[in-house]
């Protein structure tokens, strides 16, 4: 299986490089193997464990325990870049093979009778996802579940694709009218529980 690893930035990465511009070079060569890799396989399944793998391995790269280069703040910048560019395409991957089949996956799918489904919005989701990565009670094995991990696992639960993750966080975070519209809403919903149970 061909790997992201086998690559320039990874070995790099694996040391305590600490040029820019050899950084910024290789930076840009993994984009484009990553890109033509993906435009030439057909296999998305493939593509996905490729993926998935490589962001595995980058990952280790800035764990605690494996990372003896923790003070090279440019190399840990740049697992971080690669990282979030993986997670990029793999949202994208992921969102592609729904759409092959014809259907239309913009809408809340259709459920089966008890299954939880989302009436809310794309952005009232992704303001919840936000405030839960922010505060950190959500753990994925010994570390703390990741914004895309955290967006997947409601989108899973709740039955809804939400594409373009990070560009609709973006305009979620840009606003400048109420800053937190659906978490107002709910922090309402709770007060008024609290004061029926209270009176």
Aim: aromatic fraction near 10%.
């Amino acid at each position: 299986m061909k790997t992201l690893i086998d690559t320039r930035i990874y070995a790099l990465l694996s040391h305590n490089e600490s040029n820019l511009l050899e950084l910024t070079q290789a930076y840009k060569e993994f984009i484009e193997m990553m890109t033509e890799m993906i435009a030439n396989c057909n296999d998305r399944d493939e593509i996905l464990r490729i993926l998935h793998y490589g962001r595995i391995e980058f990952d280790v790269l800035s764990h605690p325990m494996f990372n003896q280069y923790a003070d090279n703040v440019l190399r840990t910048t740049f697992i971080y870049k690669v990282m979030y560019i993986l997670d990029c395409e793999i949202n994208i991957v992921s969102n592609s093979m729904k759409y092959a089949s014809g259907h239309d996956y913009s809408s809340p799918l259709s459920c089966q009778d008890g299954e939880l489904l989302w009436i809310g919005t794309q952005q009232e989701l992704l303001e919840l996802a936000v405030a839960i990565h922010k505060s950190g009670v959500i753990m994925l094995g010994d570390r703390k579940a990741r914004f895309i991990e955290i967006v997947r696992a409601l989108a899973d639960i709740f039955h809804i694709t939400i594409n373009d993750v990070y560009v609709k966080k973006t305009k979620l975070l840009d606003r400048c009218t109420a800053v937190t519209p659906f978490l107002d809403k709910l922090k309402k919903a709770y007060e008024q529980v609290v004061e029926r149970h209270l009176g």
